[in-house]
């Protein structure tokens, strides 16, 4: 079994990912500052040590490398939420610090793959959809983006100087039981089970897809074990594109909520108005068909009902 680094375990994403690969019986040791991750997130099991410590200081990054003899990096440690992003932007561009010394200690200590996680983000707004992997038209502005897109091209150098291998993954849209609630599906499925006011930026017509986590935690893996994967860029996500509105009216459908649908001005950035993925490259990889975002709402619910 392999011993596996995963900065910012304490999210969404990396704590699911933790999860399953503790249940593979893989040493999973999780670097997260608790910025925005939480303790509760970390799962409490054998295989798991949480360390808590932050992925863009090179000096709490050093010993733990030191202390272990790491096979694989996942670097998921970010700041992310597009709000959050918005009104911190020198604290987004610090997170190409922890890039820098990520790959710097995986290179200087043998590490066999470093695992990146990127972002629909990149795409900008699109000029074609399906959004394929080799397409990459470089067109936002925003620091979140330029941010993803300077650490894919560090993963991709180190490969090209070092010989280091890498995978990038471009998140779409990610949702499960872990996810905070000041994105969309929690935040509308919260309001839903209250009765509350969904409120919808400008006419919700923009679109996204939306990938389960366990959807995308399984590509992960996948891709880990495949040497195919090596020195590629997988788009993670769901090639549902539906529109916002949709999804409001569909979280009140499975919840069976009156809820009332409130329409608040258009953010002035950061709000792209479609995205969805070409996942040709990742179907091929799950050989499986995808959770339906019903069935995933359901999951959720159950989940929220159940705390």
């Known amino acids: ?18 999860r399953t690969l503790a249940d593979q019986s893989h040493t999973v040791v999780i670097v997260d500052n608790l910025s925005t991750g939480s303790i509760n997130k970390v799962p409490q099991e054998d295989h798991v040590v949480f360390i808590k410590a932050d992925a863009n200081n090179y000096q709490d990054l050093l010993p733990v ?9 996942f670097h998921y440690a970010a700041m992310v939420g597009v709000k959050r992003t918005l009104e911190n932007p020198m604290s987004v561009l610090e997170d190409i610090e922890g890039i820098k010394h990520i790959l710097q200690l995986s290179k200087n200590t043998g590490v066999k793959r470093v695992f990146y996680s990127s972002s629909s983000e990149v795409y900008g707004e699109p000029f074609e959809i399906p959004q394929n992997e080799l397409t990459t ?3 936002s502005r925003l620091p979140y983006a330029i ?13 090209q100087e070092y010989g280091l291998p890498y995978t990038i993954f471009r998140f779409f849209n990610t949702y499960g039981p872990n996810q905070s609630e000041d994105f969309v599906i929690p935040k ?21 897809s939306f990938c389960f986590v366990q959807d995308n935690i399984d590509t992960c893996i996948l891709a880990m074990d495949s040497d195919a994967m090596k020195n590629e860029v997988l788009n993670i996500g769901s090639d549902k594109e539906m529109t916002i509105l949709e999804l409001a009216q569909t979280i009140i459908k499975v919840t069976g909520s009156s809820s009332q649908l409130i329409h608040l001005p258009a953010l002035k950035e950061g709000d792209m108005t479609r995205r969805c993925p070409d996942t040709t490259k990742m179907k091929k990889l799950l050989n499986r068909e995808q959770i339906l975002l019903e069935d995933g709402l359901k999951k959720l619910v159950a989940h929220y009902e159940n705390r």
């Not at 919260?190 to 409120?199: D, G, M, Q």
């Open 1 to 18: 079994m392999s011993i596996i680094l995963i900065t910012g375990g304490a999210g969404n994403v990396g704590s699911a990912l933790a």
């Open 137 to 139: 038209p470089l067109n």
């Open 188 to 208: 509308f499925l919260k309001a839903a089970l209250s009765n509350e006011p969904i409120e919808l930026y400008g006419d919700g017509l923009q679109t996204r």
């Open 65 to 73: 490398f030191g202390r272990f003899d790491f096979d694989y990096v």
């Open 147 to 159: 941010v993803k897109n300077v650490g894919e091209a560090f993963f991709k150098s180190y490969y």
